[in-house]
């Protein structure tokens, strides 16, 4: 799959208050169900004293093409939350992004449709505040190198211009992240470049 496809462009959230209860939505890229989780989780130990932290996502499954869409309500009314969170990102055709809701309830119930449209709310803004953006599919390989090559396995990962991370312990590794159309052209210039020392995973 290399078409294009929209989501959010960072991190964000948007807060806002209906009735006495205070709203904070989150939002932030994820490339997977374990990044996904791990956002959802991060954001509920941070608002641990929240009355609900509602999640919603849709990320591949597998690394495959299909999406995994999931949300839960969190102890709210069934169908009051998540489903009204998750039904954002599919109207917006969002997709690789993960969103929570943080709840402080206020003291007055605010009925189903009133909980459905303060945490679809919470979604939109977010997003709003993060802004869309249109990604190209990626995939993540190591490289794997000596110190003699490293040099050069750098300049070509900087020169195709793509995101990475290097770590120099007793050999030299990079952690790479680039377009999936751009990864096999990727891996035989830098085979090539290093006389096929590199190591690749």
Do not use: C
């Not at 009314?77 to 599919?90: H, I």
């Not at 377009?179 to 190591?199: C, F, K």
């Amino acid at each position: 799959m290399t078409e294009t496809y929209r989501t959010v462009g960072a991190r964000a959230q948007a807060a806002f208050e209906v009735k006495g209860s205070e709203f904070v939505g989150h939002v932030a890229p994820a490339e997977s169900v374990d990044e996904a989780e791990a956002f959802v989780d991060e954001v509920r130990a941070a608002y641990a004293d929240a009355t609900h932290n509602v999640p919603a996502y849709r990320v591949p499954a597998d690394g495959g093409d299909m999406l995994r869409e999931w949300s839960s309500d969190d102890g709210e009314p069934t169908g009051s939350a998540g489903k009204p969170a998750l039904n954002v990102l599919v109207q917006r055709d969002l997709r690789n992004v993960v969103a929570v809701v943080t709840r402080y309830y206020g003291g007055v119930n605010l009925g189903v449709g009133g909980l459905a449209r303060a945490y679809a709310r919470g979604v939109s803004d977010a997003v709003d505040a993060a802004g869309v953006v249109e990604e190209r599919p990626h995939e993540r390989m190591t490289v794997v190198v000596d110190y003699d090559d490293s040099g050069t396995a750098r300049g070509i990962l900087e020169s195709e211009g793509v995101d990475f991370e290097a770590a120099y312990e007793e050999r030299v590794r990079f952690d790479v992240r680039v377009p999936v159309e751009a990864a096999d052209a990727l891996r035989d210039r830098l085979r090539s470049a290093t006389g096929g020392r590199v190591e690749l995973g």
